[in-house]
């Protein structure tokens, strides 16, 4: 019997109602499919930096290193500075742990309604691409004069060959991988004329050695008009840590909430666990109302599971997500619907144990 280790890290807000229903559906997936999954639980996050001045302990990295994967909540608090929760958490265990593929795939769900006219579903299946470990968040600047007239606040966004190499290469072997072979290559290269022509040189030199992929480039602003207005030209997608960012945002959205989005930010190397996150952020507007919704999470499970190795169990959660969305009954508020976070938890794990495909 496979056996999985599995590092819960609710963190924030909804972050905690989510991964325990999250772990739910794990456990539903274990006992359907006939493989083991523990879990261990770690209460790091914006309670524990009031309690000690940190986001997590000093040796957080090293109690998590052996586990197969991580599935992490939300990070971020009304009374706790954005920056500090996100560095002193989040990007404290994706960048040591070198998860430098974020990958966020976005389809519209059976059941959910798109905001753009006349895209019922087929038209949006995308996977945005985002370099995670470089960049504008790569964390070089700093401040100097601070509180004086002439304060300087500079945040450096640093590239190199070998963080945009393997990320082009990594975003060329997943577009290879789907039917329809197409990768966009977004970047600002009229503008930022260094680095991100680095992009488009890096680009080019790696579609060589994927003649099976067809390629095209794209500026940053004008993707957002391709996504809303032409999203069926689009498949797979790769682009800069702040400029995937915000597409992929953009991405949720147009699939009809963030609630339903996930994220895997992967080492593919293996090197290090990788990290299963839904991309919804704390929300503590709904925190502790029991109405969040929980599919980011579950499909986020999903992508985890075949990181782990267990494809079947994968594909049955995905088939019980897709079976709970496609029920009115179970939309969330974020959907226009009534359902408890409950509600759709204990659907999709019905769903999971009745599949007998």
Known sequence: MNTYRIAAIPGDGIG?????????ALEACARRDGFQITFDHFDWGSDYYKRHGRMMP?????????????LFGAVGAPDVPDHVTLWGLRLAICQPFDQYANVRPTRILPGIVSPLRNVAG??????????????EYAGVGGRVHRGLPEEVATDVAMFTRTGVARIMRFAFALARSRPRKLLTVVTKSNAQRHAMVMWDEIAAEVAAEFPDVTWDKMLVDAMTMRMTLRPETLDTIVATNLHADILSDLAAALAGSLGIAPTANLNPERK?????????????????????????TFWSASMMLEHLGEPAAAARLMRAIERATADPALHTPDLDGKATTRDVTRAVCEAVAGDNK
């Open 122 to 135: 087929p038209e949006l299946d995308w996977v945005i691409v985002r370099e995670n470990s470089e960049g």
């Open 272 to 296: 290090f666990p990788s990290m299963f996150e839904p991309i919804h952020g704390s929300a503590f507007d709904i925190a502790g109302k029991g109405i969040a919704n929980p599919i980011g």
């Open 58 to 70: 000093e040796d957080g990295l090293a109690q998590i290193r052996r586990h197969d994967a991580i």
């Open 16 to 24: 905690k109602e989510v991964i325990a229903a999250g772990i739910e």
